[in-house]
Every structure is written in C-alpha cells, then in structure tokens.
C-alpha cells in the first residue's frame, strides 16, 4: 500500500504554553464566564454566613482616650537631663504600652470602678460558638466527682482575676505613629461602662506612674545613706594609712619624690634623644652604602639622594653634567651612529663622570659612619647610667609606688563618696516633687455608635471572600479541566484537522426492528432514540448538525484521499466507550445514502460495538471470512432503509486471544481487496488504540483514519501520547471528530469571537 502524509505542521506545535507571553485575557473571560455558577455560589454562601454572623454578634462600644509622655512636665523639679536617642524614646513608648496592657494595672482598674461583680465584665453575652464551649464546659463539669466548695476569698478573688482577664482581651494600646502619644481604646456591649473604663485606665495610668517615681525615690534615699555611712569611713581609714606610710619610709619631699627619681627621668629624657639621633644616622648611613654597593652604574642613578644636614651641591652637579653628556651622546648616536668619535669621546666622559659620582658618595658615606658610630656609642653610655640609678633607687621606687597605690585608694574613696552624696540630695529632692511624666490629652467620650460588629464591611469583605473562594474554586475546576472541549484545541494540541462536533444522543433499549414501509420518525440532536437506530441516526435526521459533521468528514476524505478508489476509511479512537462505533455507523451511512456503495466493517474483535447495533446476533461474520470458512459475499448483511452493506462479527469472536494476528492475516487482505472490486468506500470500525494493538496490525491495508475523541472525558494527554508512539498511524489521519459533545455548554468553554459563540444564530439550518 502507498503511504500517504496528510499533515504538513508539527503534530504538538502549542502542546507547551509560551511562558514569555502575556495572559490570553479571552481565554480568561471564557474561564470565569463558564464557571460562574459556582463563584456566584460562593458570594451568597459567603453572604449569608455574614448575615447569621452579624444577627448573631452582640454590638461593641468602644471609649477611647489619649496620654501623652512628656518629660516636660517634671522639668522644673529635675535637673535637666541629656537628650534622648530615638531607639531610647521607642524603648520608653514600648514599655508605656506593655504596662498599660499588664494584669496589675488591669487589676488596679477593677479595683476602682468595681467591676467584679458587674456582670457586663464578668458575664458578658456570648457568641454561639461560647455558649457551646460553656455548655459542653458545664456538661463535662457536671459529670466529674464534685470538689470541696471554695471559699467566699477565692470566689471573691475568682471574680476579680476574670474580670482583669476580660479587660485585658477588651483593651487596645496603641502607639500613635512616632509620637509620644499613646491611644487606648476600650470595648464592652455597655457605651457608658466603657467610658468610664477607659477614663479609669488613664488615671490608674497615672496614678501608677507617681506611685513608682515616690517608692523608686525613697528606696534609692535609703539605699544611698547606708552606702555613704560606709564610703566615709572607709575614706577616713584610707587617708590616715597614706600619712602613716610617709612617716614610717621618710618619703617626704617638697615634689613629692625622691631624688634619684629626678635624676633618672632626666636620663630617660636624653636617652630617647640619643636613641633618634642613632635611628637617623643608621638609616642614613645604610642608605650611602646601599647605594655605594650597587656599583658606579647604579650610583649615578641614585645620585639624587641628599640630607638637610649634608651640602651635596658637587653631587648635583657632577649627576648634571653627566645628563648632559648623555642627551648629547644619544642625540649624536641616532644621527650619526655609535661609532662617531664624538660619541665615542661623551661616552668616556660619562665613565669619568660616574667615576666622580661615585668617589663623592663613597667620601659621604664614610662621614655618615662616623656620625653613626658616634651616636651609638652615646646611647650606649645612657643606658649604662639609667641602669647604675635605677640599681641605686630600686629600694626608694618600691616604697614609691606602695605609696602610689594607697593615695589612689584614698582619693578614689574620696572621690566616689562625693558622687554618692551629690546622687542622694538629688534623690532627697525628687521625693518631694510627685509630678508624673504623663498626662490625657483626650477625654473618653461615650460612644453613640457600636464599633463592631461593622455591617457595611462585614458584607463587603464577605462578598470579597467569596469571590475569592469562587476565584480558587473556578480555577481549581480549570486545572483539572484536562480534556478537549472546542476544535481549536484539537488544532492547537495534536495539529490535526477539525472535522466538527457531534452532539449527545441517547441510547435506549433495543427495541424490534419497525417494518420497511413504516416511514421513520423526525430526529433531533439530543433526542433519544432506540439502540439500533442510531446505527442510522444521521440517516434519520439528514438535516441535524450531527448528519452534517458526518458529511464535512466526507468532504475531508475526499479532498485529502483524491485519485484514490476504492478507499479504506479506519475509524479509531484512544479509549473504549468515546462511540467511534456510532460514528463509523452513520458515516458509512452518510455515503451510502449518498449513493456510494459503501461497506462497514466491525474490525473491533474484543468487543465489537457495531454488530451489538444490530436487531439480531448474526451467525457468521469477519473471524468466518478471514479464515475463510465462508464467503464474504454470505456473511454481509444490508440495512434495507440505507442500503449499507454491514460486516458484523459472530458471536464467539471475543473468545479470540490473537485478534491482532487474525486482522493482518493473509485472509484479512484478500477480504479487503475482493471488497475492493465491489464498494467504492470500506469504512472500518478498529478497536480502541490504548487497550490493544488491533489498529496497528490493520494501519497497512488502511487509507486513512478519522479520529474520534470524547467531549469532555478523554485527557488531552493520553491522546497526545497515544499519537506520538503510533507515527503510522497519525502520519494517515485525516481528522479528529469531537462526539458526544453536550451543545449546551458548548459556548462556555469557546474563546469570544469563535463559531461556537454563534451556534444559536445558526441552528435554524438544522431541523428541530
């Protein structure tokens, strides 16, 4: 058989999306137009869960206040202290707010406004969801052994602990930006309770405030007078041990020190003299012989050495004459070549002149020894006098430094008792000055409105969640929508041609085959219909849209299989069930109705769909005729209102473990071409490509293929796959068919501006 390659494009051209690309704003539409049921869905859950909430919520009234801290306000009665970093005044804010949170000052508050036994505080209304957890709380409180009653001090204090724990969930503290202002806000179903908290926080605020400086003042007075007590005795005994030693080791001296200890800071003084005028001829004195050491050559290079203390005026000169000789020489070489006499001549002056440079610096060198040698030797005679008064005096300086050491001690005490004395009058001061470092800057109203809950916005952000839940459910849904649904995903997935949709048909029980002269009732697409007669349902109904795919799937045969006669048409699909069997039916019907002789073959061996059409199990069929037990001529049957020639399969054909050698058997060929000389189009029912290998063994004697997929069930995937380890078989297929596609919901899953999103514009062509 000739092999023929229907598609000229890549089978996969768009199977990856372009990552790069922007977002197809049609396609997104398509997606949220299709699942808009659902989101709506969510919105009015989300809806009406807001209306239960908020019929339910008890209203809050919420009093604020504002205090600020300001230093300012002590600044009379303190000293003035240095200016505050900002990470000190964000620390000082921090703690403001945790104290103004913290359960002793919560405590404090209940205390004053007698909120223990009010039952707002104690017992406010509850929500549902509290009144289970009491309830069951109850429940399982009734059911364990009882405890010994507490008493009236610990339900007293029970009271007062819940009702510090319920202020403390009802404030909010806050701090106001980078200011030093503080915004407490206080809620209860009470708009009056909560004003009167919120003012009662504030003054307790500030009460506490006075209350620590005053007890943080006193402790600091207490403190500090027993520390002075001790600094000024321990003073006093310091001092008189200093007069003691000077008396016991006769250290007394108009300056205070003895006088081998002038002496020898004196010697120090000139030691460090020496030891620089040394430094300086050494480095002098090496720098000459390093120079002297490299030769003549190098020596007229580093001629231009000189000290503040040596007149080289003969060096400079001697080095200038020599750059001299050497421009001239240089410039007579380039023009008249080193062999010139007077380039000879300037170059035995430049050896006489390096000569000269060098005895100089040879003569220099040597005096910079001397000054060397000199200077060593009278760092040498100072050191040898600092250790001969240091031996003499090693008695004195230990006296002199027990000394030392017993005055610091005396005047460290001193000093630090001075310190103290000041830091107490400073703390005996502030006692008397209770002013607090904060005070209200904004009065606690009584509130006219609930705060919460808040109706408008609960239902606005109920409506925003429930587009959200709807948004991830929709794209949820999407991301599992891994099946074909319109044409251009055909085109756009597997690079084949569209041959069009066929709608949904439902099949009934098999029911008696109607008389011949019975004139056959009007069709339309989705209408149900009998088993049998849907063998012929494109028959019936010439004028549905399912007729007309069958027949564009015609045209496609015609055009791509042109010149060739008889042809052999396979009709195949990836998985059992997507009703390729239908299809091939009524296509063969098509044509044959159309008055082409046209032979239907049910070549699907396992479980042959088309001959289960039938109104009767035939006795022989294809198995018979590629064994050739029969003739083919007496095994085929014809449906006498079509007049298509059928080749069914006998009954005990699904027996067969070997379909796949039956059907590229030398029997099968023989059956195909002795068909051929009689139908001008065999149209061929193949078994499924993913469960079994039938189709291939047949791919041979085969033409073309139409290839029917399942609307909406079979995974683009697996037909992508299945296509690309059967080449042969995609190289010959003509085109994909959409069945059983539900037309309803076609438009929803079409991108806008394509022929699906017109269906209802152009259904008056069908017959309903």
């Known amino acids: 058989m000739d092999q023929m390659n229907f598609r000229s494009r890549s089978m996969f051209r768009n199977s990856e999306p372009n990552s790069d690309g922007f977002i197809d704003l049609d396609k997104l539409w398509s997606a949220v137009v299709r699942r808009l049921g659902i989101i709506i869905a969510c919105v009015l859950v989300s809806m009406v869960l807001a209306a239960i909430y908020l019929f339910a919520a008890t209203p809050t009234y919420t009093a604020a ?426 085109q756009d997935k597997l690079g084949l041609r569209f041959l069009g949709y066929l709608p949904h048909i439902t099949g009934k029980k098999l029911g008696a085959e109607p008389p011949a002269a019975e004139e056959p009732k009007p069709l339309s697409d989705g209408a149900p219909v009998d088993f049998r007669q849907m063998m012929r349902y494109a028959v019936d109904a010439p004028r549905s849209s399912f007729a007309e795919t069958l027949r564009n799937a015609r045209l496609a045969c015609d055009v791509l299989l042109q010149g060739k006669s008889p042809r052999v048409i396979g009709v195949v699909s990836c998985l059992p069930g997507e009703g390729k069997s239908t299809v091939a039916a009524n296509f063969a019907g098509i044509l044959s109705t159309a008055g082409v002789r046209t032979l239907v073959v049910d070549a699907d061996l396992r479980n042959p769909g088309l001959t289960k059409m039938l109104s009767a199990e035939p006795q022989t069929g294809l198995v018979e005729v590629v064994l050739g037990e029969v003739d083919w001529m007496h095994a085929v049957r014809v449906d006498r209102r079509s007049k298509l020639a059928i080749m069914p399969i006998a009954g005990y054909a699904g027996k067969l473990a070997h379909t796949s050698e039956l059907l590229s058997s030398p029997g099968m060929s023989r059956f195909l071409d002795s068909a051929r000389e009689k139908f001008d189009v065999i149209v061929v029912d193949l078994a499924p490509l993913v469960p079994v290998i039938d189709a291939k063994a047949l791919e041979a004697q085969i033409d073309g293929f139409i290839f029917v997929t399942q609307w909406g069930v079979t995974p683009k995937k697996t037909v992508q796959n299945v296509l690309s380890a059967e080449p042969q078989i995609a190289s010959k297929l003509i085109g994909a068919i959409l069945n059983n596609t539900d037309m309803s919901q076609l438009s929803r899953y079409a991108d806008p501006g394509t022929p699906e999103r017109f269906r209802d514009r152009y259904m008056s062509y069908y017959e309903s």
């Open 65 to 490: 206040t504002q205090i600020l801290i300001d230093d300012n306000l002590s600044r009379y009665a303190e000293e003035q202290e240095e200016i505050k970093s900002a990470q000190q005044i964000d620390n000082r804010m921090s703690s403001a707010v945790e104290i103004l949170k913290s359960k002793a000052l919560a405590l404090r508050v209940v205390d004053e406004a007698q909120l223990a036994d009010n039952p707002l505080v104690t017992d406010p209304p509850r929500s549902p969801v509290d009144f289970l957890k009491s309830t069951v709380k109850s429940v399982v409180f009734a059911l364990t052994p009882a405890s010994t009653p507490a008493s009236e001090d610990a339900v007293r204090n029970g009271r007062r602990e819940k009702a510090a724990a319920v202020l403390q969930q009802s404030l909010t503290v806050n701090r106001i930006g980078r200011s030093s202002v503080i915004a407490l806000a206080v809620g209860s179903p009470d708009p009056v309770l909560s004003t009167k908290i919120a003012k009662t926080y504030a003054d307790a605020y500030i009460e506490e405030q006075l209350n620590a400086n005053f007890d943080a003042s006193e402790k600091a007075s207490v403190w500090l007078q027993e520390r002075l007590n001790d600094l000024n005795k321990r003073s006093q005994e310091a001092s008189l041990a200093v007069e003691k030693y000077k008396r016991e080791h006769g250290l007394v001296s108009p300056r205070g020190e003895l006088l081998s200890s002038q002496q020898l800071s004196d010697l120090n003084s000139q030691l460090i003299v020496a030891q620089a005028d040394a430094a300086t001829a050494s480095a002098r004195y090496h720098q000459y012989k390093a120079i002297i050491d490299k030769g003549p050559e190098a020596a007229v290079n580093n001629a231009v050495v000189s000290t503040r203390e040596t007149d080289n005026s003969i060096l400079q000169d001697l080095r200038k004459r020599y750059l001299t000789a050497n421009e001239r020489e240089q410039a007579i070489v380039q023009q008249f070549g080193a062999d010139h006499p007077q380039a000879v001549a300037l170059a035995s002056e430049k050896g006489d002149l390096s000569q000269q440079i060098y005895r100089e610096l040879e003569q220099l060198t040597g005096s910079f020894r001397n000054e060397f040698e000199v200077a060593s030797s009278r760092e040498k005679s100072l050191r040898e006098s600092i250790e001969k008064v240091a031996g003499t005096n090693s008695e004195a300086n230990v006296s002199l430094v027990q000394l030392a050491e017993l005055e610091q001690k005396a005047a460290a005490l001193k000093t630090l008792y001075q310190s103290y004395l000041t830091r107490f009058e400073q703390a005996s001061q502030q006692q008397s000055f209770p002013i607090a470092k904060a005070r209200v800057i904004s009065e606690a109203g009584v509130p006219t409105a609930p705060s919460s809950p808040r109706k408008t916005l609960t239902m606005a952000l109920s409506v925003v969640l429930g587009l959200m839940a709807g948004g991830v459910s929709a794209g949820f849904l999407e991301m599992r929508e891994r099946f074909f649904r319109t044409g251009d995903e055909i």
